[in-house]
Each structure stands twice: as C-alpha cells, then as structure tokens.
C-alpha cells in the first residue's frame, strides 16, 4: 500500500511535459495493479485467519464456562448468578471475533506514520506542509483512546447491569406461580422495565461512543489532505495534480492505520472480558484430591475372588502411594486449610471419615460439621436423624465431595448414587430421568418402577413412562418428582446409596412400601445412608446416628 503512492507519481509524469517513456508509463501501472492484487491476496487471508483465531478463542472460553460451571462447588454456585455464567457465553466473549483483527494495528499504525510522514517530506518533497496534515491526524488518537478507556469501562457496566436484568428475570421464572396467584404482574414488570432501562442507558452510551470513534476514521484523512495541500499553497509553493494525486493515495494507506485506536478499545474490551472470566474461573471447584477414592467394579470383585491375598498386597501399596501424593500435592500447593490425619487406609469400610470437621465459607468460625468419625460396612443400612440444621445434608455433601474437608481424613471405596432433599428434574420424558442416558435394561427398568411405586402414576400419566415434563418437573405432584429422583439413583446400581430425605414428600402409606420394597429389600445388597425424619422405620436400620449442631452426639 506504502509503494503504490509512489508508482502513481512516476506514471503521472508521463502526462507532464518532462518527456518520460510510455513503456515506463506501463511499468508503472502494472506496478500498482500488482500491488492492489499482492495487497488483496495478503490482507483478507488476514483477516479470515484472524477472525478464525478470534473464532477459536471463544469457543475455547465457552468451553472453559461449561466445565468450570460443572465443577463449582455448592458455595461457589450460591456466589454465582445465573447472569454471572450466561452473559459471558452470550455477550463477552463475542469481542474475541473481531478485536483480533485490529490489535494488528497497535505495532502496525505507528510504524504506517513513520514511513508516510518520511515519504511525504522528502520523496512527494512538500516539506514541512506534510507535518500538518500528519499532526492532525495524531491529534485525534489520543482522543480516541480516551474513547477506548471509556468504551471498556461502560462495557464492564453493562455486563453488570445484564447480569443483574438475567438474575432478575430467572428469579422471576422461577415464581412465576406465585407471581400469577398473587397478580402481582405490574410490580415485577416494572422491576423489569427498570433494570432494562437502566442497562439500555449504559448501551446508548456505548453506542454513541462507539460511533464517534467509527466517524473518524471516515473524515481525518481528508481533512488531514485539505490541510495539507493548504498548508503548502500558504507557503507559496505551486501546487500540481501529480503531488494532490500521490498525497491522497498516501493518507488513503493511513486511513487503515486510524484503526489504532479502535486496537487500543478492543485490547481494553478484551481485558475486561478476561478479568471477568478469571474471576468465575477462579471460584471454588470440587477438589478430587482431598478424597482418597478407590472404585471396585465388578470385574475386580472377580479377580478378588481369584487371588485375594494378591489384590489386598496391591491395594495396600496403592493406598500407601495414593496418600503420599496427596500429602506432596498439599504440601506442593500449600493448602493450609486441611490436613490428612496419618490413618491407614481401612479397605474393609466403605465410607470411612476421621476426625471430619468442614465449613461452608471459609471465612465462618464455626464449623459446619465437627469432629465427624464414621465407618460404614459393606451392605450397611445406616439411618441419620437429627433436628433441621443439625448437618445431615452437610454430611451427605462432603460424601459426595460437594463440601471440602480443612481437617482430618475421609475414603470412599465404591462408586455413589445420591437421591438429593429437593428432586431435580430436567425437561423430557419420565423415562429419561430415570434413565439419565443409561442404557434401557427393560427388566432392571421395570424392577425399579415397581419398587419405587410408579407404576400407578405410569398408568395416569398419559403417555405412561414417555409423558414429556416440564422443566423441574412442573407438571408432577411433588411425591411423584420425589420417587422419579429416587428410582434414578436405583437405577444407577451403584454401591453406596445416600438418601437424603426421599420419603417426606410421599404419602404415609406409599412411603412404607418403598423403604420395604426399596431401601430394605431392593437394595438390600448395597451400602445405604438414609437421612430421615420418619422415625417409624428407625427400627428396621442397622445403625441409627443421630447429629446436632454438626457434631455427632449418639451412635448405636
């Protein structure tokens, strides 16, 4: 772009009396029609490429939100809005796609200037006319990037504001019963109407910001001529065609370098995106290492069966192994808010705790669960009561690894069902909850449903198994979402089974049949923790722990 000013001066002497050599004439113009060709067959590859890696970036970030949303702890997820995780998938990963393109120009605008401003003063030979025109257009850039710092700063505005419209409106969704019941339409639509206008203000000003910025780049390189071209009449010299001609085709190569600042407001919006990133990246995630975790599976109880003695020596060595890397892995990482207690790995427990004691918050003083010792056997019936708070569902949590331990010790030797206190359904049919993309055993399948007591509610339901639900399970009664999540986790067949709760929300004589048919005989095989306030089934357990106020206080 640079060399294609100076071919067309040398093709506009030919039409000056000075004599020049029609071939030399096409030489010349063949030598701009390469360079419009050598510029169009770079640049554009250029910007697919870039726009391509802009392309990759992001999809690598959603990537990152997906998995990171998978891992967050409990607490973590309580921090976390809804606006918090979906506005950086729909809105701020979107600047990835073009910011590539013009951070290009933050080594490629400044060096276009040097080269221009040196080709103007001595090649065009107009002197100290072209600091001028070149000064005006520097006068604007840094405008411009006081435009770009604004820019970023009303973008990190309006991601809050939509963060907060999104965890508004998803609230809203979610007691949109309670909202319809009370007609209480006008009050949240108004709450609506304001978080929305309050982010749209915020926009408007991006917007015009942004426009401004866009504006100019269209009218500087012109002004930039006119002063130019003025500043060198005013001087007294004569102005020719040849000069205005090759003076024009050189601010034309600066009118792509004035992308500098929009480079300067995409560096800064980028900036933006990835802090918010770090900081959902950088939230508590579940932490595998703190729990020793050794999957029996039933190709290994057959091999058990072949050479006890051969697998308990390899167990033992695993176990030594295991806890000397997670001790190195603590240590390396400084994790000072847990400890593993130097146990021996008990292979005949199940679940085994130590000395337990964990925290929701790690700036709370109190511990939610204290000093927890327990050892579950192999096909165990454990039942866990206590009064509401006392840490039984705190309990099942740190099982289940959703609540990190900062003391003592917890193995898991076998692979976890767990049937949660509130039924999570998602929208489809009844089947696929229950099967949860497992494969349809249809004997299994109908074992399950029978001793789950669904086979009545198959019959109402109108499609059977195949009814679609909605979202949450909107259209089922609460004791039916209730033995849907509970023959997910039976059929599962996995082999310890935490129950929290999963006969509150049924019927007295419906809960009887599926603690029998279920919990004692179904599943009679498997280790089961069952938490409950049914004090009636206590009898039919074998151990009963009772919790208050995260402390065991009686066991038997």
């Not at 809005?81 to 809105?91: D, E, F, K, M």
């Not at 085709?249 to 933006?272: D, H, K, N, T, W």
């Not at 019927?507 to 048919?517: I, L, N, P, S, W």
Request: aromatic share 10%.
């Amino acid at each position: 772009r640079i060399v294609q000013p100076l071919l067309l001066g040398q093709m506009l002497l030919y039409f000056n009396t000075t004599g020049i050599d029609k071939f030399y004439a096409y030489k010349c113009a063949m030598g701009i029609i390469l360079c419009s060709a050598v510029n169009v067959f770079v640049v554009h590859p250029y910007m697919m490429d870039m726009i391509h890696l802009g392309m990759k970036v992001r999809v690598a970030c959603c990537s990152l939100i997906y998995r990171k949303t998978l891992k967050l702890t409990k607490t973590a997820l309580g921090e976390t809005t809804i606006g918090q995780a979906v506005n950086p998938l729909s809105n701020d990963v979107d600047i990835f796609d073009i910011s590539f393109i013009f951070l290009h120009y933050l080594w490629l605008g400044p060096f276009e200037f040097i080269i221009i401003t040196y080709i103007t003063f001595h090649l065009i030979d107009i002197g100290i006319s072209s600091i001028f025109g070149i000064a005006f257009l520097l006068m604007f850039i840094p405008f411009q990037v006081w435009l770009g710092k604004n820019s970023s700063e009303l973008k990190l505005r309006t991601a809050v504001r939509t963060d907060e419209r999104v965890r508004l409106m998803n609230e809203i969704i979610s007691g949109i019963q309670a909202i319809k019941m009370y007609t209480w339409e006008n009050f949240f639509t108004s709450l609506i109407e304001k978080a929305r206008k309050m982010e749209i203000n915020i926009i408007r000003w991006a917007s015009y910001i942004k426009g401004v910025s866009t504006s100019f780049i269209i009218f500087t390189t012109r002004i930039s001529l006119f002063i130019t071209v003025l500043a060198y009449t005013l001087f007294g010299y004569e102005i020719t065609a040849e000069k205005v001609f090759m003076i024009s085709a050189c601010y034309s190569c600066l009118c792509l370098s004035m992308f500098l600042p929009q480079g300067i407001r995409g560096a800064a919006e980028m900036i933006v995106t990835v802090k918010r990133l770090k900081k959902f990246l950088m939230c508590d995630e579940l932490i595998s290492s703190k729990i020793e975790t050794k999957k029996n599976s039933k190709e290994n109880n057959k091999d058990a069966k072949n050479n006890k003695e051969s697998v308990k020596e390899n167990n033992k060595i695993n176990a030594n192994q295991k806890e000397e890397n997670a001790k190195e892995d603590l240590t390396e990482q400084n994790k000072k808010d847990y400890t593993i207690v130097d146990q021996p790995k008990c292979v005949e427990y199940s679940i085994s705790i130590k000395n337990g004691s964990a925290k929701w918050q790690d700036y709370e003083r109190e511990n939610t669960l204290h000093n927890i010792n327990i050892n579950v056997r192999p096909n165990e019936l454990i039942a866990i009561v206590g009064q509401v708070g006392a840490g039984k569902s705190s309990l099942m949590n740190v099982i289940l690894k959703e609540l990190r331990l900062h003391k003592g010790f917890i193995q898991i030797n076998d692979k976890i069902a767990y049937a949660s206190q509130e039924p999570w359904l998602f929208a489809g049919s009844v089947r696929q909850n229950i099967l949860f993309g497992r494969n349809m055993e249809q004997v299994r399948y109908n074992h399950v449903i029978e001793v789950c007591q669904l086979k009545r509610d198959f019959s109402l339901l109108p499609y059977g198994d195949k009814t679609i639900i909605g979202e949450r399970g909107i259209s089922l009664s609460g004791g039916q979402r209730a033995r849907i999540n509970l023959a997910r986790a039976v059929y599962a067949d996995a082999d310890i089974y935490l129950m929290d709760d999963p006969l509150s929300a049924v019927d007295a004589h419906v809960g009887k049949c599926m603690f029998e048919k279920c919990i004692n005989k179904y599943l009679g095989n498997k280790t089961r923790i069952l938490v409950t306030h049914q004090l009636q089934y206590l009898r039919n357990v074998d151990r009963i722990i009772v919790l208050k106020n995260g402390t065991i206080q009686a066991e038997g």
